[in-house]
């Protein structure tokens, strides 16, 4: 028998399912939103694994690319905010973020430069596209 958490900051009078689902912002609607992200990028669980270099110690970035295409992820591993610039490998022409699904950045030519701004502890999950 699983004990019941009914006293403190984490007890079911605080945190609980109804609440969370219907804040937009809260842990369980966060976790829902990346473990679909997940599921529908075949690229993080049986793609090519790189790292890829950024000009911040701070942040690991990663790319993962398959038949079904390629996929960027981006953390900030310190409490600062940072900005760092991404050379992605091939270019890019177009970036959309799959967490929070809105498109990053077009651009009229292919860039081989990308900068981006990393809340502290925040992350990017990109899916790349080339034309």
Request: glycine share 6%; aromatic share 10%; with cysteine.
């Amino acid at each position: 028998m699983r004990p019941v958490i009914d006293e403190g900051p984490f007890s079911y009078h605080h945190v609980n399912h109804e609440q969370q689902s219907l804040a937009p912002d809260s842990f369980l609607n966060w976790l829902t939103r990346a473990l679909r992200v997940r599921r529908t990028c075949p690229e993080f669980g049986d793609g090519a694994f790189d790292l890829l270099e950024v000009d911040s110690p701070c942040v690991l970035a990663h790319r993962c690319r398959n038949d079904h295409g390629e996929v960027i992820a981006l953390h900030n591993l310190s409490g600062e905010t940072v900005q760092v610039s991404l050379q992605i490998p091939g270019g890019a022409d177009r970036m959309v973020d799959l967490i929070g699904l809105r498109q990053v950045q077009q651009w009229p030519e292919r860039q081989q430069q990308h900068p981006f701004e990393l809340s502290p502890y925040g992350y990017h999950w990109l899916r790349i596209y080339r034309y």
